[in-house]
Nanobody
Framework: VQLQASGGGLVQAGGSLRLSCAAS????????MGWYRQAPGKQRELVAV???????NYADFVKGRFTISRDNAKNTVDLQMNSLKPDDTAVYYC??????????????WGQGTQVTVSS
């Protein structure tokens, strides 16, 4: 299984970016898919996650600004980020909990994508 993330970049405060992540490979079921971020000198933290059944969960610091969406047919998840702040600057990582056709579930990480918000 591979997770391919895209969409990071440099934006001014107040601007928007959209991140995308596509899962491919030996996938029976995607149980959860979402985004984490890690700023320099800080621990990786949850940003937003979609879980099987359609529920979503957001970190308090992005509520009202970020929206996670999922395309079940394509095994993709997008993160629309609006009203970006300099504090949102971090490397963003796609994460997925996937059950393979063997019946075994694994946790996967995509490569990070840099988001930089200038003041």
């Amino acid at each position: 299984v591979q997770l391919q993330a895209s969409g990071g970049g440099l934006v001014q405060a107040g601007g928007s970016l959209r991140l995308s992540c596509a899962a491919s490979g030996n996938i029976f079921r995607v149980n959860a898919m979402g985004w984490y971020r890690q700023a320099p000198g800080k621990q990786r933290e949850l940003v937003a996650v979609w879980t099987n059944g359609g529920s979503t969960n957001y970190a308090d610091f992005v509520k009202g600004r970020f929206t996670i969406s999922r395309d079940n047919a394509k095994n993709t998840v997008d993160l629309q980020m609006n009203s970006l702040k300099p504090d949102d600057t971090a490397v963003y990582y796609c994460n997925a909990a996937i059950t393979r056709w063997t019946g075994v579930s694994y946790d996967y990480w995509g490569q990070g994508t840099q988001v930089t918000v200038s003041s």
